[in-house]
């Protein structure tokens, strides 16, 4: 097959990326490993982690038509309450952790509806579920990338004048022979002040296994997992007591704290307002990342809330998935972990009421479009990161480091994020790191290889440390990246010219910025404060 944009991987960055190449009138083939489209909003099953001023500004257009028709599909098709269906924001599970909290399957329905015409005008092929298992090279240029199909087996080659690596784990990077890192680099490399002393390659990030639940009469328990007894005593040396327990460390004081959980409280969801500024907002489990609040539909509706559980205790760092050969080892571990977490919540957590278990709680797979009750695919946090023109530093928009100043004003920004610097337990031992951060430009440089030429990063995999990771990997700046890397290599197909060309060329900076602009990329802040 031959396209015009190769973009493999189908997350949030990926569907970016296909759609800005489709609006600038490029062909594209768009592949993807799991059944769903959208990545961590969906297959990964991870509402919205999102900045205060996201019903404001600080995301691309094409995002905020998303999130509207996210809003939309909820009007248009579930049984809202009079009240709920007015409110102009609506967040249909009245969660904490976001201004917008919903079921995946609807971001997964809208997703499919923007990319619909352009598979109507065959002007987009989307390869599912595939993934890449080769590529050729030629010089400093990618010139193709085989996929294998999930099930079958069967191959296909892609050939295209721009490919786009929008995986969630950066699989492309390796298969080219494109420089990159991973883990925490060193402190005299980087200069950050949260980075160790020495590189630490294989020291990443924690990856969860997502699940939603909800809690009805009766008893619903079901198999103990078979190493339901090790998970049951595990204690990490930092937690302050056994993973499987209302204890975790408090993430931005790191001492330890209780959690509560009390499924389907009376609560009025119009009245809860999520706002990270104000609190990490994870007191109560069952509400942090609630995706259906029954008050928000007639009565009847819901038998229940529906609560996602991507909480502290469901985070593996007993090893690290990528560039190792027992990979699938610890994705299974990390499976098993999140089913021990749902068996014990059943059997054995500790109620208010001085009992033990929640027997009515019951997966619900069905939502998630599994059969095992979990999300089809693991939530990664780090991605392997390509050796950029620019890396991104912490000193560069921590609010410890820049104060007043805010973060550092990239004069070639393609886009903007914000969020703390959030890093969860890592394979090396290490305690969560989360430290304030200042609303952050992206800088252009940090989606340009030092030395391929055609291959783009459209996912985490862009030129990030490991500790400016923790605030470049969530949702709406996943988008902004692949949205960003889709219409530079639409850009550089129209001036024929390189992507390296165009940020170090002053006239070709500016019309490329004007482009960005014009499609509703935003390319810098208001004047407000870190948090």
């Not at 191959?155 to 990077?173: F, M, R, S, W």
């Not at 009992?355 to 990664?380: E, H, N, V, W």
């Amino acid at each position: 097959m031959h396209t015009d944009v190769l973009v493999v991987g189908g997350g949030l960055g990926g569907v970016a990326a296909a759609l800005a190449a489709l609006r600038s009138g490029r062909s594209v083939v768009l592949t993807e490993e799991f059944d769903w489209l959208g990545g961590q909003l969906t297959s990964q099953a991870v509402p919205p982690d999102e900045h205060t001023w996201v019903e404001q500004f600080g995301v691309t257009a094409s995002y905020r038509a998303l999130r509207d028709g996210i809003r939309e599909y909820y009007r248009r098709y579930y049984p809202l309450t009079a009240a709920s269906r007015a409110t102009a924001q609506l967040n249909p599970g009245a969660g904490y952790v976001s201004k917008l909290c919903h079921e995946p399957r609807v971001a997964l329905a809208v997703l499919e509806g923007m990319l619909a015409p352009y598979r109507a005008g065959r002007r987009l092929e989307v390869l599912q579920p595939y993934v890449p298992v080769a590529a050729e090279t030629d010089g400093d240029r990618v010139t193709a990338v085989t996929v294998k199909h999930r099930d079958t087996g069967e191959q296909l080659t892609v050939t295209a004048p721009y490919i786009l690596d929008a995986t969630e784990t950066g699989e492309l990077l390796p298969l080219t022979g494109t420089e990159y890192v991973t883990g925490f680099e060193a402190q005299s490399e980087t200069g950050e002040p949260s980075a160790p002393g020495e590189a630490q390659p294989m020291n990443m990030q924690a990856v969860s296994y997502c699940f939603a639940i909800d809690h009805v009469d009766g008893d619903h328990v079901g198999d103990k997992p078979a190493n339901y007894a090790f998970w049951r005593n595990y204690q990490p040396s930092f937690w302050g007591d056994r993973l499987l327990s209302w204890t975790a460390p408090n993430p931005r004081t790191l001492e330890s704290s209780q959690r509560t959980f009390t499924p389907n409280p009376d609560d009025d969801p119009l009245g809860v307002v999520a706002d990270q500024r104000l609190t990490g907002g994870d007191t109560n489990l069952w509400t942090f990342r609630r995706i259906a609040a029954r008050r928000h539909f007639e009565p009847g509706a819901y038998a229940s809330d529906i609560c996602l559980v991507n909480w502290p205790m469901i985070d593996y760092f007993e090893g690290s998935v990528i560039d190792v050969p027992d990979a699938d080892k610890h994705l299974a571990a990390a499976k098993e972990l999140s089913q021990s977490v749902f068996y014990w919540l059943q059997t054995e957590a500790p109620r208010p009421d001085g009992g033990a278990g929640f027997p009515g709680l019951r997966l619900r797979g069905d939502l998630l479009g599994s059969t095992d009750g979990l999300a089809q695919a693991p939530y990664i946090r780090e991605s392997r990161r390509i050796k950029a023109e620019y890396t991104v530093v912490e000193q560069d928009l921590s609010v410890a480091v820049r104060g007043e100043r805010g973060a550092v004003e990239y004069d070639d920004s393609v886009g903007v994020g914000m969020y703390r610097i959030d890093l969860h337990p890592s394979t090396g031992g290490d305690n969560y790191i989360d430290v304030a951060g200042s609303p952050f430009r992206i800088p252009l440089g940090s989606l340009i290889p030092q030395r391929v030429e055609n291959l783009l990063p459209a996912n985490k995999n862009l030129g990030t440390t490991h500790i400016t990771n923790g605030c470049y990997r969530l949702h709406p700046v996943e988008w902004n990246i692949g949205e960003s890397a889709g219409l530079l290599a639409a850009f550089c197909l129209e001036h024929q010219v390189s992507p390296r060309a165009v940020r170090n060329t002053p006239a070709l900076l500016s019309e490329f910025q004007s482009r960005l602009v014009a499609d509703g990329v935003e390319l810098g802040w208001p004047d407000v404060t870190g948090y």
